[in-house]
């Protein structure tokens, strides 16, 4: 497609949108639906999506696939073509914590989880969605990183090395492909509460909002409002950008 003149409907797009079974992914996934999309849910978790196809509605489909497998990546991106047209959306919001762990003792088997989902999980997704992007001149990715990859968070190491790569990567994409009409963002929430804490006790919920300045946990609807503007061709000059979401918490 050609570049849209800047609005913030999708009308007539295509969206995928990764981890979109469950939490921002699927907060996410409802807010470009509201705005036209039709989305590809993916997701590796089966009855998530199909509770979240249901949520969203006809329009969108619900496409397993496990974003540390570049097979299964590539697959996923193919149906996708197949059965709603090629995408000009891409969010990655596929992502693990892995363990909370004094760094001495982090296990490197997790270490290695959490980077080949949440970095290489990010890259493989966009390897997939760039060459379409670029041969149609228009195109949108946004990365979900996270606060946590500028500021740093003790004992969740792998999580937030994965962040601030994402973060990297994201610059490098967006200058990069900046004069091919595909802009390349990324997200950087506070907490949210979402499964990805698992269970909160009422300490680790008082931990995660403490250096909040607004004091509270974002909800996914308000990063719902921020992807779908960095979606959307309302967003035309910004690229390789990280956007913050936290409540005052990050310093830069
Ligand atoms: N919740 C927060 O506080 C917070 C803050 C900052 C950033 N983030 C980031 O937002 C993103 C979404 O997290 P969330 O809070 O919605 O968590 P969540 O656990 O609710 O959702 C994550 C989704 O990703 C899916 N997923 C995990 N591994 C996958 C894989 N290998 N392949 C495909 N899908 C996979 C899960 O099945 C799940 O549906 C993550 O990247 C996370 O790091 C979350």
Redesign the pocket.
């Given at each position: 497609m050609s570049d849209p003149s800047p609005s913030r409907s999708l009308s007539g797009q295509v969206a995928v949108v990764?981890?979109?079974?469950?939490?921002?992914?699927?907060a996410i996934a409802e807010r470009l639906t509201e705005e036209g999309a039709q989305v590809a849910l993916?997701?590796?978790?089966p009855t998530?999506l199909g509770h979240a196809r249901e949520k969203i509605g006809a329009t969108a489909r619900a496409i397993v696939?496990?974003?540390?497998d570049t097979k299964a990546v590539r697959a996923a991106w193919t149906k996708t073509k197949e059965s709603l047209g090629t995408p000009s959306i891409l969010v990655n919001?596929?992502?693990?914590?892995g363990p909370s762990a004094a760094f001495a003792d982090y296990p490197e088997e997790a270490w290695q989880r959490v980077l080949d989902?949440?970095l290489n999980?990010t890259f493989r997704c966009c390897q997939a969605a760039v060459p379409d992007m670029v041969a149609a001149g228009y195109g949108r990715i946004v990365n979900?990183?996270?606060?946590?990859g500028k500021d740093g968070n003790p004992y969740v190491a792998g999580?937030v090395a994965s962040?601030a790569a994402v973060i990297g990567l994201t610059k490098s994409m967006g200058k990069e492909l900046a004069t091919r009409g595909v802009l390349v963002n990324a997200i950087?929430?506070?907490?949210?509460?979402?499964?990805?804490?698992g269970e909160l006790t009422d300490a680790y919920r008082a931990r995660l909002i403490a250096n909040v300045p607004m004091g509270r946990f974002v909800a996914?609807r308000e990063i719902a409002e921020m992807a779908l503007w960095l979606a959307s061709s309302a967003c035309s000059f910004s690229t390789g950008a990280t956007f913050d979401i936290s409540g005052g918490r990050a310093t830069f």
């Open positions: 990764t981890g979109a079974a469950s939490g921002l992914g699927l993916w997701d590796r978790d998530g696939a496990d974003v540390t919001s596929a992502g693990i914590l989902v949440n999980g979900i990183a996270s606060v946590a999580y962040k950087a929430p506070s907490a949210s509460e979402t499964a990805i804490f996914p």
